[in-house]
T-cell receptor, first 112, second 113 residues
């Protein structure tokens, strides 16, 4: 499975945008980029996923570089509830199942 | 909306005892995944089932076994418990298609004394 690299931690102020980067230089042409987050004392939660084009949903936006070697999760207005560990995960369509392989994520701290 | 249900939420066992964790997926979800998260660690995939058949296996000890029943609920059986098995165990479910998003339960916190 292709590897992702994320910063250990990031800080943001409440109500400001947050850009969480992820490098995946060994991504294959068929790998999807998924983002999950884990709030304190909770199970992981799906955020967004994409293949090539930028994606938006009610929670966030995903910006994917043209060469697909990196992506950025964008939270448009951070709230205290967004403080969590954010995981960038690659999932290929030809793997046996859709298991998630969690690497080291980014711990986001949101300051009031 | 219905979510993934896990029981029990907390479990305390002695070394060498046996534990059974249960997972009830979201209705109409046909795939169940089990993950283990040790203290200060990231979740690690253990095993998954699709339509009651084991579909993938991760770093699951031989002392652990799991199955998915006809009603799609799943059980993770853990025998000869060791101190290192103390962890949060998450179950997740997804609908048809391995690349559908996974919905996680609240987890079972297992403490082995």
């Amino acid at each position: 499975d292709a590897k992702t690299t994320q910063p250990n931690s990031m800080e943001s102020n409440e109500e400001e945008p947050v850009h969480l980067p992820c490098n995946h230089s060994t991504i294959s042409g068929t790998d999807y980029i998924h983002w999950y987050r884990q709030l304190p004392s909770q199970g992981p939660e799906y955020v967004i996923h994409g293949l090539t084009s930028n994606v938006n949903n009610r929670m966030a936006s995903l910006a994917i570089a043209e060469d697909r070697k990196s992506s950025t999760l964008i939270l448009h207005r951070a709230t205290l509830r967004d403080a969590a560990v954010y995981y960038c995960i690659l999932r290929g369509p030809f793997s046996n199942t859709g298991k998630l392989i969690f690497g080291q994520g980014t711990t986001l701290q949101v300051k009031p | 909306a219905a979510g993934v249900i896990q029981s029990p939420r907390h479990l305390i066992k002695e070394k060498r005892e046996t534990a059974t964790l249960k997972c009830y997926p979201i209705p109409r979800h046909d795939t169940v995944y089990w993950y283990q998260q040790g203290p200060g660690q990231d979740p690690q995939f253990l095993i998954s089932f699709y339509e009651k058949m084991q579909s993938d296996k991760g770093s699951i000890p031989d002392r652990f076994s799991a199955q998915q029943f006809s009603d799609y609920h799943s059980e993770l059986n853990m025998s000869s418990l060791e101190l290192g098995d103390s962890a949060l165990y998450f179950c997740a479910s997804s609908g048809t298609g391995a690349y559908n998003e996974q919905f996680f339960g609240p987890g079972t916190r297992l403490t082995v004394l």
